[in-house]
């Protein structure tokens, strides 16, 4: 009878005492190949490669969980991500979610949509009410009219609980943006007398800097380059607000006077176009893009014999197409052909309710955090790493 061997894994050198030099180097020799590449190579690595992957890749070891963990490359990373949409809808006979969808990627049409768990009371509805940078505002809205604030990465799994404004609201114009210089993040919240409550992430505390003397259109937020937008209809004419996040102010843009060409204008709204703030005009068989630089310059004029009614642009892609939420579907509209077709992707919803831009991000909520000061009643939920479950914190 052959008598069977024992094989170490590790033998069983210096057992008890410090690492040797032999001991250091066969644990070094053991490690996966990819393991041992230069952390510049890594890093041009994970700047190409997808955000589900990178999940994952989180979980590797702990060299790259430090990676993708640490704040500065976390910005280089979001600076080279290209963005998705957080759809809302539904596919009967399943009830109404949110999902983050993947179009410009080379993920395969089985892997594009990723359902987030937004689980909430049968006495709350949950809506999306702003994103910026990979974070996205939740408004858990109640049976009796209150509201409760929620802010979630739902890359890294983290929520933030924002607390109750000091005068409650049934009806609030809600924001969310980034102030760049001081680096730390806002939410806009004004009330039905129009007065404007500032709440920076992580202070704790709410803060009223004065009052409007308009009230800008529910739901027509949109952030970008430090900026908030709402567009505004005070008694005959339409005008949109900027409120600068950094320094706290609020401005109004003239729109030029030929944008309302006739009656047929069904609706308006605000986007972005090359990086500039666009507006919107959309009519019967065509929508006009406005776009802001040293003034309102008119871009673009698309067309489409099938009707723009119930049609919202949500953005362009370098493909040159504008994607397009038309009644209750995404609609991929081809700029060179002016052709349009219906996405369908494994797991989209039949019926899309409303769409945003979002950029994924492994940038963190403690992150944020840490930036400014602490309150002691303020918490931050470090959750489940995997991506598409939504904090517990949100289930009430």
């Known amino acids: 009878m052959k008598k069977s061997q024992v094989c170490h894994s590790h033998p069983p050198t210096n057992r008890g005492g410090p690492p040797s030099q032999e001991d250091e180097e066969e644990e070094h020799l053991q490690k996966p190949y990819i393991l041992h590449l230069p952390d510049h190579i890594t890093m041009e690595i994970f700047c190409k490669i997808t ?17 993708l963990s640490d704040p500065q490359f976390t910005k280089h990373l979001f600076s080279r991500t290209r963005p998705c949409l ?43 009410r702003g994103s ?5 505002l939740y408004d858990i809205e109640r049976l009796d009219g209150s509201h409760q604030l929620y802010l979630s990465n739902p890359i890294t799994g983290e929520s933030l609980t924002v607390p109750q404004p000091t005068k409650p609201c049934f009806k609030p114009i809600l924001g969310f ?72 102010r609020f401005q109004d843009l003239v729109l030029p006077r030929s944008w309302w060409v006739d009656a047929e204008v069904f609706k308006y709204s605000l986007g972005d176009f090359q990086g500039c703030l666009a507006f919107f005009v959309i009519r019967i068989c065509d929508v006009s893009v406005w776009v ?29 197409k504008a994607l397009m939420l038309r009644s209750d579907k995404l609609v991929s509209y081809n700029l060179a052909t002016s052709g349009s077709v219906e996405v369908e992707l494994d797991g989209f ?48």
């Open 177 to 248: 943006g980034f102030a760049p210089i001081a680096e730390v993040y806002k939410v806009v919240w004004i009330d039905e007398n129009q007065d404007v409550n500032i709440f920076t992430v992580g202070s704790g505390i709410w803060r009223e800097i004065g009052s409007l003397p308009y009230t800008p259109l529910r739901h027509t937020d949109f952030y970008l380059n430090g900026f908030l937008y709402w567009t505004a209809q005070p008694l005959d004419t339409v005008f949109v607000s900027a409120f600068d996040v950094e320094r706290e």
């Open 51 to 67: 955000t589900k992957t990178l999940i994952h890749c989180k979980l590797v070891c702990k060299s790259w969980r430090r990676w």
């Open 349 to 396: 919803p039949s019926f899309v309710m409303n769409a945003w831009n979002l950029t994924p991000s492994f940038l963190s909520l403690q992150d944020i955090y840490r930036r400014v000061i602490r309150a002691p009643r303020y918490h931050v939920s470090n959750l489940k790493s995997f991506w598409f479950f939504f904090p517990p914190t949100m289930y009430i």
């Open 86 to 128: 957080v759809v809302s809808g539904y596919t009967i006979p399943e009830p109404a979610g949110h999902f983050l969808v993947y179009l410009d990627t080379d993920l395969s049409p089985n892997d594009a949509v990723f359902r987030l768990s937004t689980r909430v009371g049968r006495d709350c509805r949950i809506f999306i």
């Open 292 to 320: 802001m630089k040293e003034s309102w310059t008119k871009e673009l004029e698309i067309r489409d014999p099938n009707s723009f009614i119930g049609t919202r642009i949500l953005r362009f892609t370098e493909e040159r």
């Open 132 to 136: 910026c940078n990979g974070f996205i």
